[in-house]
Structures are given as structure tokens and as C-alpha cells.
DNA sequence: ATATTACCAGACCGATCGGTATAGTTAGTG
DNA sequence: CACTAACTATACCGATCGGTCTGGTAATAT
């Protein structure tokens, strides 16, 4: 048994994360059947749980992906030669056109803490999250900064994402991009706002 | 047949909003079937269905009363004579006093709009929410004020919520409290941190 | 050749879901 | 008194929930 299976191409577990992804994100956790997941993932009802324990461990596994894919996502996202106000700039616009373009379904993890508010499981994975976010913002705003202005811009952060999952308001997420861009240089809003 | 409904002192529907306000709030909506709020509320399942046309109309005035519940509440944390950063931060220390106390269950409109994505009336009261808020706020901060100045305001509250129910951090709420006390005053970190 | 492994298709399970229907009780009203 | 309205209690409905089990196929490893 070496480290990759080769047998159908793409496994049955990939498929099934990959199933689990688009609908837990898009229609909720708890809303999302069983059944539901396995006929997306064109998959066997027992290869799901030959795969996972149960529900609560397929759950875990998604936002264990989701995790990976925000990391991913947010180096994407980044251009290091950019000055620090626009590599975080980025992460916002990234939210503001999401909310634009009507396919922002929130952050998997808040969702799924909302969504299954007893698990500890869940809330694990969240504040592993959260640390990750807070870590490169950390990063961004580069090694001397106080911590709390890396406190504040995970803040901005939080507030943006509500903005547009609740709020459906681009021009929300923006201002909040705006305050975080105050926050890490000396810019004055007037230099910062015609900049889109 | 006069305003009021004296039979049996707490009306079957005061009994339903009550049981369904904890439930729902505590527990979560999908997670939380109609059979237990019936039961809960020591209430007859017909009683139910003679009052609410179905349990999405059972969320939805849940969520009007959770809206009361909030001016209510905002209303008796303020005190019209304390200087305005004072009014503020008396909102955002009662979040941090909640996380304190592990009895915060985070925002009902965020978390019915998470529960329900796709529902449309649930939406439209978060929405409803989200104006009273800004509109409070707005009053807190006095009429001149940009909008701009509300908005931030209101985005720092949203930070704030998120803090406490997924960050769990009341420290972080604080700090929420702190940039809103530097929005409306020109008060500086230094000078609003050692007062609590 | 054989045993193992990964998989599929689908029947099946008890429990619970949201919701309806039946029947009876209680209390205020003309 | 008769009537109405609000209520309780409970049986019942089809659908779906998370999860198990059986049986069969195709490829791999020994």
C-alpha cells in the first residue's frame, strides 16, 4: 500500500469533500442531508463512512479543507513587493467582489459554529482559524507592529465579513478595508478612497 | 372580543415566543424541532398552528421580538447624560460581559440569516435589524456626524459580535470598544484603556 | 489463483422532522 | 342555556434524517 491510491482517478473521499464543500458552504450544514452529499459525489453511500466516522467527522474534515484553502487563498491574494496597505487591501476587495457578484455564502467557520454551536470539535477548527488569520495579518503588516494592531485588523476582518454576508454591502466591506488601511500606514481616507 | 385575551393569563402564543426566543436563541433554529418548543412551552401542538401559520412564520416572530428585545435593551444600557463615549461603550461592554459569563449565544439575525440562508423574510428582518442598529448609533454619536463616522461604528459592533461568539474573547471586544471610543471622541488608546 | 481492497447500488433501520386531524375541555358571552 | 373561541391531548401522516447492512464488481497484491 504505497501513499496514493490510483484506482478511480479522483477516490471516493475527494470526491466526497469536494460534494460536502460546495453544499455545506452553499446551503448550511445542518440543511445539507446525508444523502444529498452522496448523490453529488456520484459515491456509495458506505464510502462515506468507510471514510468517515460520521456526519460530525466529515464536517470536520471540510473546514480542515476550508482552512487549507483560505491559506491558499490569501498567498494567492498576495503580491509581496506590493506596499503593506495594498496586500491587505487585497483580502477585502477580494470580499467586496465577492458580495458583487452574489457569491459570497460567508466564512465556512463562523457558519459551522453558528450551525452546530455544540461541538467542540467545530469550535476547535475555528479558533484554529481565527489564529491563522491573525497570523498573517501579523505577517503583513510586518514583525514590529504592536499586537494590537494586529488585534484591530482581525477585527476589520470580522467586521467586513459580517458586512457582507448579513449586510450584502460592498460599500461596507470597503470602508472597512479603509479603516484597516488607516490603521497600518500613516494614509489619511482622502488618499485612500478614490483609490476604489 | 377586546384587546387584551384574559383566559389563561399567559396567552399559548406568549408561551410559544418565549420557549421559541430560548430555544431558538441557545440551541438553533434547524436545531430545534417544533415538538420541543411545544412541549417547552407547555402548549398543545394545535395551539401552535392556530397562531403561526408554520414554523418559518414561528422564526420570523421570533426574530421581531429578539429586534424589541435589542432597542429595549440598548435603551436601558444608556444613559442620555453620560458623555457620548461612555454611551457607546456601555453596547460593547455588555457583549464582553456576556462572553465573561459564557451566556452569549450570538447575534438571533446573524445566526437566523446563517440557519436559513435562502430564506427571504428572515433576511428582510436582519436587514431591519441592521438600520435600528445604525440608526441608534447614529443617535449616540449625535446628528452632525458624517455617515461615515456610523458606519465605522457599526462595523465595529458586527467585529465585536464576532469576537464573542466565535473568538470567544472578551479582550477582543474591549478592543473593539477602545477604536469606537477613539471614533467619537478625540480621546487617544492611552486615555480610554486604564478605564476598564 | 486467491485474498484483499476499494468501490457501487440500494434495501433497510429506528428516530425525528414539519404538519394535520380528531376529540374533548374550559371559560367567557349573548 | 346555547354558542363560540381558545385551549389541551394525542394519534397520525409522509418525508427525511443519520446510519447500517447485504451483495456484487473490478482491480491490486501475494
Known amino acids: ?39 453529488n459525489a456520484g459515491v456509495a453511500k458506505a464510502s462515506l463512512y468507510n471514510n468517515f466516522a460520521n ?11 476550508e482552512l487549507d484553502g483560505w491559506i491558499r487563498n490569501a498567498h494567492a491574494l498576495d503580491n509581496p513587493l506590493s ?5 491587505i487591501a487585497a483580502l477585502f476587495e477580494a470580499l467586496a467582489r465577492s458580495v458583487e457578484l ?7 467557520f ?19 482559524y481565527r489564529a491563522v488569520v491573525r497570523t498573517h495579518l501579523a505577517n503583513l503588516i510586518g514583525a514590529g507592529t504592536a499586537a494590537t494592531v494586529t488585534s484591530r485588523l482581525a477585527l476589520l476582518y470580522d467586521a467586513a465579513i459580517t458586512a457582507a454576508k448579513v449586510g450584502r454591502d460592498a460599500a461596507l466591506v470597503r470602508e472597512a478595508s479603509t479603516m484597516a488601511q488607516e490603521l497600518v500606514e ?7 478612497k478614490p483609490s476604489r
Chains 1, 2 share one sequence.
Open 1 to 39: 500500500m504505497h501513499s496514493s491510491t490510483i484506482t478511480p482517478i479522483v477516490s471516493a473521499k475527494e470526491r466526497l469533500l469536494a460534494s460536502a464543500g460546495r453544499l455545506f458552504h452553499e446551503h448550511g450544514i445542518n440543511a445539507t442531508g446525508i444523502d444529498l452529499v452522496v448523490r
Open 55 to 65: 456526519k460530525e467527522a466529515l464536517v470536520v474534515a471540510y473546514l480542515e479543507q
Open 83 to 87: 506596499p503593506r496597505w495594498e496586500r
Open 102 to 108: 452574489n457569491t459570497f455564502h460567508g466564512c465556512p
Open 110 to 128: 463562523t457558519n459551522a459554529v453558528i450551525e452546530l454551536p455544540e461541538c467542540a470539535a467545530v469550535g476547535a477548527v475555528a479558533q484554529r
Open 186 to 192: 500613516a494614509r489619511r481616507p482622502e488618499d485612500v
